[in-house]
């Protein structure tokens, strides 16, 4: 019997399909406020692609992947691009593999959104004056996959709630065994 603790059972593999994060759970790991994450949804910039609002009561269901594009377009707005150039990338970036992700720079002028997959790439654009700052696609891919494992997720298939090993709660199972 679950009684709405931590554990009910094993988490499936992080970025696995059949995990599925709540507006609040994504807002948390991507840092952004839950009014960004409802604007950007209604707008169409980044929509869940696990599971959309179908009426009153219903949730939003978030991918990793949509939560690393929420955190990639949060960066991306902070430095000041602007959002048509900002749609591009969010278009681009919902085509990438996984491998894709892990091996992509983005780079920014400030205006221009530019996609770099090999260090020569990224040097070749510094050079030619425009690339003004970086995000390492993977980098923010590992911090947003490690935020969510500490955050509770949603078994899509079953709509089961999925919470992260507590070390308190190791702690206290260590405790009454011991005892």
Aim: net charge neutral.
């Amino acid at each position: 019997m679950d009684d709405g603790g931590p554990g009910p059972g094993p988490r499936p593999p992080e970025g696995s399909e059949l995990v599925g994060y709540r507006g609040p759970t994504a807002c948390a790991a991507a840092g952004i406020t839950y009014r960004q994450l409802d604007y950007w949804a209604r707008t169409g910039l980044v929509e869940p692609s696990v599971r959309t609002t179908y009426g009153s009561g219903s949730q939003r269901l978030y991918s990793l992947r949509d939560v690393v594009v929420l955190k990639i377009v949060k960066r991306l707005l902070d430095t000041g691009v602007a959002l048509p150039n900002i749609r591009t990338a969010v278009r681009h970036l919902s085509t990438w593999s996984s491998a894709d992700v892990a091996r992509t720079t983005l780079m920014c002028d400030g205006a221009t959104v530019y996609e770099c997959t090999s260090p020569d790439e990224v040097v070749s654009l510094l050079q030619g004056g425009q690339g003004v700052f970086g995000i390492a696609v993977g980098v923010v891919w590992r911090d947003v996959a490690e935020s969510l494992s500490r955050l509770p997720g949603e078994r899509v298939d079953t709509g089961e709630t999925l919470y992260a090993p507590s070390p308190a709660d190791e702690l206290a199972r260590r405790r009454n065994r011991a005892g």
